[in-house]
């Protein structure tokens, strides 16, 4: 079974979102654990301390070293890599997400306030991970981000296998556009939009033609950088 383990200060806004839809049932049958854990509960004094003020002043407030750490130590496992949320991290990404969610689980570490005294970070060398260059008020919903792409993944949790491959980012290109019945629909400015012609027309070899140049197309204009980045993957499998 994959574990994923939440150290954070608002363990019941776990499972949330994950208790339903896919990530629920998956939960539900056993394909994974979610375990939420309470960093106050390491809380060395009576009052539950676990922030303080930041060395050298400035605004907001520090989560402790000597409380996170001791959480860590009670839920760190060997083999499960231990990831501290973060927007100063490195970039999620599918294939980190792939990499996770073939390993046995995953330690994250949710952050409060301005953040973590970094001392703890390197002591516990924990692997920074950012969802996105905006700040966030705590690391949960970025640790459920992590966990909801890792858990997807998991064998058995998608319908069907191969609706994974060929999904945004998975060779780095975006996804094609999708239509479903009916095939002529007019929306709210009056416009007749018909389905393109050749998805209707039953010919496999041309639909996964027509939507590969829809993927490419849509990376290119869009997506500059990944874009760039195929072209010289392409270029370096050719050499
Ligand atoms: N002072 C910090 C922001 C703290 S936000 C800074 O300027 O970088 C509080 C917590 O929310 C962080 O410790 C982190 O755990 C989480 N967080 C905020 N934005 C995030 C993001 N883009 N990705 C991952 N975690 C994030």
Known sequence: MWRATALTLFPEMFPGPLGLSLAGKALKDGVWSLTAVDIRRFAKDRHGTVDDAPFGGGAGMVMKPDVLSAAIEAVAEPGVPKILLSPRGAPFSQARGR?????????????????????????????????????????????MTVMDCCVRLLPGVMGEPASASEESFEDGLLEYPHYTRPAIWSGPDGIERRVPEVLVSGHHGKVAEWRMKQREEITRRRRPDLWAHRRTATRNEEK
């Open 99 to 143: 990499d996770l969610a073939a390993g046995p689980g995953v330690l994250l570490v949710c952050g409060r306030f301005e953040g973590v005294d970094e001392r703890v970070i390197e002591a516990h060398a924990l692997e920074e991970i950012s969802v996105g260059d905006f700040v966030l008020s705590g690391g949960e919903i970025a640790a």
